[in-house]
Protein backbone atom coordinates (compact mmCIF):
# COMPACT_ATOMS: atom_id res chain seq x y z
CA UNK A 1 0.00 0.00 0.00
CA UNK A 2 1.94 3.08 -1.11
CA UNK A 3 0.12 5.58 1.85
CA UNK A 4 2.66 3.41 4.07
CA UNK A 5 5.75 4.63 2.75
CA UNK A 6 4.57 8.32 4.80
CA UNK A 7 3.55 6.13 7.74
CA UNK A 8 5.62 7.16 10.88
CA UNK A 9 6.66 3.90 12.48
CA UNK A 10 7.88 2.95 15.96
CA UNK A 11 7.76 0.62 18.25
CA UNK A 12 5.55 1.29 21.47
CA UNK A 13 5.98 1.47 24.91
CA UNK A 14 4.40 -2.17 26.56
CA UNK A 15 2.64 -1.71 29.93
CA UNK A 16 2.11 -4.00 32.23
CA UNK A 17 -0.65 -6.57 31.97
CA UNK A 18 -4.08 -5.45 32.94
CA UNK A 19 -6.04 -8.72 33.57
CA UNK A 20 -9.38 -8.62 33.81
CA UNK A 21 -11.01 -11.24 35.87
CA UNK A 22 -11.56 -11.16 39.52
CA UNK A 23 -9.79 -12.42 42.56
CA UNK A 24 -6.10 -11.52 40.86
CA UNK A 25 -3.10 -9.92 43.10
CA UNK A 26 -2.15 -7.36 40.87
CA UNK A 27 1.34 -6.28 41.78
CA UNK A 28 2.70 -5.25 37.93
CA UNK A 29 2.32 -1.91 37.73
CA UNK A 30 2.80 -0.08 40.66
CA UNK A 31 0.03 1.25 41.49
CA UNK A 32 -0.93 2.41 44.82
CA UNK A 33 -2.57 -0.02 46.63
CA UNK A 34 -4.39 2.16 48.81
CA UNK A 35 -7.35 4.87 48.37
CA UNK A 36 -6.39 8.26 47.40
CA UNK A 37 -7.76 10.82 49.81
CA UNK A 38 -10.94 10.50 51.52
CA UNK A 39 -11.08 14.25 50.32
CA UNK A 40 -11.19 13.18 47.06
CA UNK A 41 -13.54 11.28 47.08
CA UNK A 42 -15.89 13.91 48.53
CA UNK A 43 -15.07 15.93 45.69
CA UNK A 44 -16.29 13.10 43.11
CA UNK A 45 -19.36 13.55 45.06
CA UNK A 46 -19.80 16.96 45.49
CA UNK A 47 -18.85 17.77 41.87
CA UNK A 48 -21.75 19.64 39.49
CA UNK A 49 -21.38 17.85 36.15
CA UNK A 50 -23.37 20.66 34.79
CA UNK A 51 -19.81 22.12 34.34
CA UNK A 52 -18.83 19.63 32.00
CA UNK A 53 -20.08 21.56 29.24
CA UNK A 54 -17.71 23.71 29.42
CA UNK A 55 -13.79 23.78 28.64
CA UNK A 56 -11.51 23.69 31.91
CA UNK A 57 -8.87 25.72 33.16
CA UNK A 58 -6.55 25.81 30.41
CA UNK A 59 -3.74 26.58 33.12
CA UNK A 60 -4.83 24.67 35.87
CA UNK A 61 -4.35 27.56 38.07
CA UNK A 62 -6.07 25.73 40.86
CA UNK A 63 -3.87 22.97 41.08
CA UNK A 64 -1.01 24.67 40.18
CA UNK A 65 -1.74 27.18 43.11
CA UNK A 66 -2.10 24.59 45.38
CA UNK A 67 1.34 22.56 43.99
CA UNK A 68 2.94 25.96 44.27
CA UNK A 69 2.64 26.39 48.23
CA UNK A 70 3.06 22.51 48.83
CA UNK A 71 6.49 23.11 47.24
CA UNK A 72 7.63 26.02 47.88
CA UNK A 73 7.72 27.78 44.40
CA UNK A 74 6.22 30.38 42.67
CA UNK A 75 2.94 29.01 40.50
CA UNK A 76 5.28 30.57 37.40
CA UNK A 77 7.66 27.48 38.19
CA UNK A 78 4.95 24.46 37.55
CA UNK A 79 3.72 23.09 34.78
CA UNK A 80 0.76 20.57 34.81
CA UNK A 81 0.15 17.73 32.55
CA UNK A 82 -2.40 14.59 32.03
CA UNK A 83 0.14 12.40 34.08
CA UNK A 84 3.93 12.46 33.80
CA UNK A 85 3.75 11.13 30.32
CA UNK A 86 2.37 13.78 28.86
CA UNK A 87 4.54 16.13 30.92
CA UNK A 88 8.17 13.91 30.29
CA UNK A 89 6.58 13.96 26.38
CA UNK A 90 6.19 17.87 26.23
CA UNK A 91 9.58 18.33 27.85
CA UNK A 92 11.16 15.70 25.31
CA UNK A 93 9.33 17.71 22.19
CA UNK A 94 10.44 21.09 24.16
CA UNK A 95 14.27 20.84 25.35
CA UNK A 96 15.32 17.95 23.23
CA UNK A 97 15.62 19.96 20.02
CA UNK A 98 19.27 19.97 19.05
CA UNK A 99 21.67 17.51 16.98
CA UNK A 100 23.41 15.81 19.89
CA UNK A 101 22.58 12.79 21.11
CA UNK A 102 20.36 13.01 24.69
CA UNK A 103 21.46 10.49 27.44
CA UNK A 104 20.04 7.99 29.54
CA UNK A 105 20.41 4.88 31.68
CA UNK A 106 19.93 1.77 29.62
CA UNK A 107 18.45 0.42 32.21
CA UNK A 108 15.28 2.42 32.90
CA UNK A 109 11.81 3.28 32.44
CA UNK A 110 11.33 2.47 28.58
CA UNK A 111 9.17 5.39 27.84
CA UNK A 112 12.48 7.20 26.98
CA UNK A 113 13.53 5.62 24.02
CA UNK A 114 9.92 5.53 22.44
CA UNK A 115 9.55 9.28 22.52
CA UNK A 116 13.40 9.85 20.93
CA UNK A 117 12.16 7.38 18.39
CA UNK A 118 8.66 9.22 18.07
CA UNK A 119 10.48 13.04 18.10
CA UNK A 120 13.16 11.65 16.16
CA UNK A 121 15.56 12.94 18.80
CA UNK A 122 19.45 11.09 18.63
CA UNK A 123 19.82 9.31 21.76
CA UNK A 124 22.51 7.25 23.62
CA UNK A 125 22.49 5.04 26.80
CA UNK A 126 24.46 4.68 29.19
CA UNK A 127 25.27 1.58 31.12
CA UNK A 128 24.38 1.07 34.70
CA UNK A 129 27.28 -0.40 36.41
CA UNK A 130 27.21 -4.07 37.92
CA UNK A 131 25.25 -2.84 40.96
CA UNK A 132 22.63 -0.99 38.97
CA UNK A 133 23.96 1.93 39.53
CA UNK A 134 24.76 5.22 37.80
CA UNK A 135 28.37 5.94 36.26
CA UNK A 136 28.66 9.85 36.63
CA UNK A 137 31.65 9.78 33.97
CA UNK A 138 28.69 8.96 31.33
CA UNK A 139 26.80 11.69 31.71
CA UNK A 140 30.00 14.26 31.39
CA UNK A 141 30.07 14.32 27.83
CA UNK A 142 28.69 16.41 24.92
CA UNK A 143 24.71 15.69 24.76
CA UNK A 144 21.38 17.30 24.16
CA UNK A 145 20.17 16.81 27.12
CA UNK A 146 19.54 14.48 29.92
CA UNK A 147 16.69 12.20 31.50
CA UNK A 148 17.28 10.16 34.44
CA UNK A 149 14.91 8.82 37.01
CA UNK A 150 15.47 8.78 41.00
CA UNK A 151 14.54 6.35 42.82
CA UNK A 152 15.12 4.56 38.90
CA UNK A 153 12.49 2.58 37.63
CA UNK A 154 12.78 -0.73 37.46
CA UNK A 155 15.82 -1.01 39.67
CA UNK A 156 14.13 1.00 42.53
CA UNK A 157 18.02 2.13 42.88
CA UNK A 158 18.29 5.49 44.97
CA UNK A 159 21.42 7.83 44.15
CA UNK A 160 22.05 10.59 46.04
CA UNK A 161 21.40 14.60 45.29
CA UNK A 162 24.99 15.39 45.11
CA UNK A 163 25.78 13.26 42.03
CA UNK A 164 22.84 14.80 40.55
CA UNK A 165 24.12 18.15 41.59
CA UNK A 166 27.28 17.27 39.74
CA UNK A 167 25.71 16.21 36.61
CA UNK A 168 23.81 19.40 36.53
CA UNK A 169 26.84 21.59 37.63
CA UNK A 170 28.94 19.80 34.54
CA UNK A 171 25.85 20.22 31.73
CA UNK A 172 25.24 24.17 31.97
CA UNK A 173 24.48 24.03 28.04
CA UNK A 174 21.77 20.79 28.90
CA UNK A 175 18.36 20.78 30.41
CA UNK A 176 18.70 18.33 32.86
CA UNK A 177 15.53 16.22 33.56
CA UNK A 178 15.04 14.23 36.99
CA UNK A 179 11.99 11.82 36.96
CA UNK A 180 10.51 11.71 40.69
CA UNK A 181 7.60 9.30 39.99
CA UNK A 182 9.33 7.50 43.04
CA UNK A 183 10.56 9.94 45.53
CA UNK A 184 8.13 9.83 47.90
CA UNK A 185 8.62 6.17 49.11
CA UNK A 186 12.37 7.11 50.43
CA UNK A 187 14.15 9.63 48.53
CA UNK A 188 15.31 13.37 48.67
CA UNK A 189 13.40 15.68 45.73
CA UNK A 190 15.73 17.99 43.52
CA UNK A 191 13.16 20.83 43.99
CA UNK A 192 14.89 23.09 46.31
CA UNK A 193 17.73 23.38 44.26
CA UNK A 194 15.76 24.57 40.49
CA UNK A 195 16.48 28.19 42.01
CA UNK A 196 20.16 27.61 41.88
CA UNK A 197 20.11 25.25 38.70
CA UNK A 198 18.58 27.19 35.72
CA UNK A 199 18.99 23.64 33.66
CA UNK A 200 17.16 21.07 36.03
CA UNK A 201 14.01 20.22 35.81
CA UNK A 202 12.04 17.80 38.10
CA UNK A 203 8.74 15.70 36.94
CA UNK A 204 6.68 14.22 39.90
CA UNK A 205 3.17 11.92 39.28
CA UNK A 206 0.21 11.51 40.99
CA UNK A 207 0.02 7.86 40.08
CA UNK A 208 2.12 6.16 42.82
CA UNK A 209 2.39 7.69 45.89
CA UNK A 210 -0.92 9.75 45.75
CA UNK A 211 -3.19 6.58 44.45
CA UNK A 212 -4.74 8.86 41.34
CA UNK A 213 -3.20 6.63 38.69
CA UNK A 214 -6.75 6.85 36.98
CA UNK A 215 -7.06 10.52 37.00
CA UNK A 216 -3.83 11.10 35.15
CA UNK A 217 -1.93 14.01 37.20
CA UNK A 218 1.61 14.94 36.38
CA UNK A 219 3.60 18.15 37.24
CA UNK A 220 6.62 19.20 36.36
CA UNK A 221 9.24 22.20 38.39
CA UNK A 222 11.73 24.01 37.39
CA UNK A 223 13.21 28.13 36.97
CA UNK A 224 10.63 30.06 34.98
CA UNK A 225 11.93 30.52 31.68
CA UNK A 226 12.07 26.20 31.32
CA UNK A 227 8.15 26.10 32.27
CA UNK A 228 7.13 29.40 29.90
CA UNK A 229 8.83 26.88 27.17
CA UNK A 230 7.24 24.13 28.24
CA UNK A 231 3.67 25.51 28.02
CA UNK A 232 4.30 27.59 25.32
CA UNK A 233 4.84 24.16 23.24
CA UNK A 234 1.76 22.69 24.94
CA UNK A 235 -0.57 25.62 24.10
CA UNK A 236 1.16 24.56 20.43
CA UNK A 237 -0.16 21.35 21.01
CA UNK A 238 -3.72 21.35 23.07
CA UNK A 239 -4.58 23.89 25.44
CA UNK A 240 -7.37 21.89 27.27
CA UNK A 241 -5.00 18.71 28.40
CA UNK A 242 -6.51 18.46 31.98
CA UNK A 243 -9.92 17.48 32.63
CA UNK A 244 -11.92 19.89 35.09
CA UNK A 245 -12.43 16.95 37.59
CA UNK A 246 -9.10 15.99 37.74
CA UNK A 247 -8.40 19.51 38.73
CA UNK A 248 -10.22 19.80 41.27
CA UNK A 249 -9.47 16.38 42.84
CA UNK A 250 -5.87 16.72 42.27
CA UNK A 251 -5.94 19.99 44.82
CA UNK A 252 -8.05 18.11 47.01
CA UNK A 253 -5.01 15.30 46.78
CA UNK A 254 -2.64 18.01 47.63
CA UNK A 255 -4.23 19.54 50.77
CA UNK A 256 -4.60 16.63 52.58
CA UNK A 257 -0.99 16.10 53.92
CA UNK A 258 -1.81 13.94 56.73
CA UNK A 259 -3.58 10.83 54.51
CA UNK A 260 -0.39 11.26 52.11
CA UNK A 261 1.80 10.78 54.61
CA UNK A 262 0.42 8.03 56.39
CA UNK A 263 -0.59 6.23 53.20
CA UNK A 264 3.18 6.49 52.52
CA UNK A 265 4.42 5.34 55.99
CA UNK A 266 2.41 2.22 55.28
CA UNK A 267 3.96 1.47 51.88
CA UNK A 268 7.22 1.67 53.06
CA UNK A 269 6.76 -0.55 56.10
CA UNK A 270 5.29 -3.02 54.02
CA UNK A 271 8.17 -2.58 51.90
CA UNK A 272 10.64 -3.09 54.31
CA UNK A 273 9.17 -6.35 55.59
CA UNK A 274 8.47 -7.45 52.53
CA UNK A 275 12.33 -7.52 52.02
CA UNK A 276 13.20 -9.29 54.79
CA UNK A 277 10.94 -11.98 53.95
CA UNK A 278 12.18 -12.51 50.02
CA UNK A 279 15.71 -12.44 51.47
CA UNK A 280 14.88 -15.09 53.49
CA UNK A 281 13.32 -17.73 50.74
CA UNK A 282 17.08 -16.84 48.98
CA UNK A 283 15.88 -13.86 46.38
CA UNK A 284 18.41 -11.16 46.28
CA UNK A 285 17.95 -7.51 45.57
CA UNK A 286 19.16 -3.70 45.46
CA UNK A 287 17.95 -1.21 48.65
CA UNK A 288 14.70 -0.38 46.76
CA UNK A 289 13.33 3.09 47.71
CA UNK A 290 10.10 2.96 45.28
CA UNK A 291 7.00 1.16 46.54
CA UNK A 292 8.42 -2.08 44.56
CA UNK A 293 11.63 -4.80 44.48
CA UNK A 294 13.26 -5.73 41.59
CA UNK A 295 14.65 -9.25 42.86
CA UNK A 296 16.49 -11.91 41.32
CA UNK A 297 15.99 -15.65 43.15
CA UNK A 298 19.38 -17.30 43.85
CA UNK A 299 18.65 -20.85 42.18
CA UNK A 300 15.18 -20.61 40.18
CA UNK A 301 15.13 -18.31 36.49
CA UNK A 302 12.64 -15.48 37.14
CA UNK A 303 10.37 -16.51 34.25
CA UNK A 304 10.07 -19.61 35.79
CA UNK A 305 8.85 -17.57 38.90
CA UNK A 306 6.59 -15.32 36.86
CA UNK A 307 4.41 -17.97 35.28
CA UNK A 308 4.26 -19.69 37.97
CA UNK A 309 2.64 -16.62 39.59
CA UNK A 310 0.33 -16.02 37.22
CA UNK A 311 -0.63 -19.25 36.92
CA UNK A 312 -1.94 -18.75 40.63
CA UNK A 313 -3.69 -15.37 40.02
CA UNK A 314 -0.80 -13.03 41.43
CA UNK A 315 0.89 -10.64 38.98
CA UNK A 316 4.57 -8.93 38.73
CA UNK A 317 6.58 -7.87 36.21
CA UNK A 318 8.98 -9.50 33.96
CA UNK A 319 11.08 -8.42 31.08
CA UNK A 320 12.72 -10.56 28.51
CA UNK A 321 15.62 -7.71 27.97
CA UNK A 322 19.51 -8.10 27.95
CA UNK A 323 20.98 -8.08 31.75
CA UNK A 324 17.43 -7.91 33.41
CA UNK A 325 15.71 -11.11 32.62
CA UNK A 326 16.44 -12.84 35.58
CA UNK A 327 15.00 -10.58 37.46
CA UNK A 328 11.32 -9.56 38.57
CA UNK A 329 9.25 -6.46 39.34
CA UNK A 330 7.13 -6.25 42.28
CA UNK A 331 5.18 -3.80 43.41
CA UNK A 332 4.18 -2.89 47.14
CA UNK A 333 0.70 -3.91 47.80
CA UNK A 334 -1.18 -4.45 51.10
CA UNK A 335 -0.22 -6.73 53.57
CA UNK A 336 -2.84 -9.22 53.01
CA UNK A 337 -1.45 -9.17 49.02
CA UNK A 338 2.24 -9.48 50.11
CA UNK A 339 1.57 -12.23 53.00
CA UNK A 340 -0.17 -13.99 50.01
CA UNK A 341 2.69 -14.03 47.79
CA UNK A 342 5.11 -14.92 50.13
CA UNK A 343 3.36 -18.14 51.28
CA UNK A 344 3.09 -18.77 47.57
CA UNK A 345 6.76 -18.52 47.18
CA UNK A 346 7.25 -20.62 50.41
CA UNK A 347 5.53 -23.38 48.92
CA UNK A 348 6.86 -23.15 45.21
CA UNK A 349 10.59 -22.86 46.07
CA UNK A 350 10.24 -26.15 48.01
Avoid at 89 to 117: C, H, Q, R
Amino acid sequence: MSWEKNVRRVEPYVAGEQPKREGVIKLNTNECPYPPSPEVGKIQEEMDYGKLRLYPDMHAEKLVHALADYYHVKPEQVFVGVGSDDVLAMAFMTFFYGDKPILFPDITYSFYNVWAEVFRIPYKVCALDSDFRIRKEDYLRSNGGIVIPNPNAPTGVLEDVSLFEEIIAENPDSVVIVDEAYVDFGGTSMIPLINQYDNLMVVQTFSKSRAMAGARIGFAIGNEKLIHYLKDVKFSFNSYTMNMPAIEMGTAAVLDDAYFKEMIGKIVKTREWTKEQLKRLGFSFADSKANFLFVSHEKVPAKDIFLALKANNIYVRHWDKERISNYLRITIGTDEQMEKLVAFLENYLK
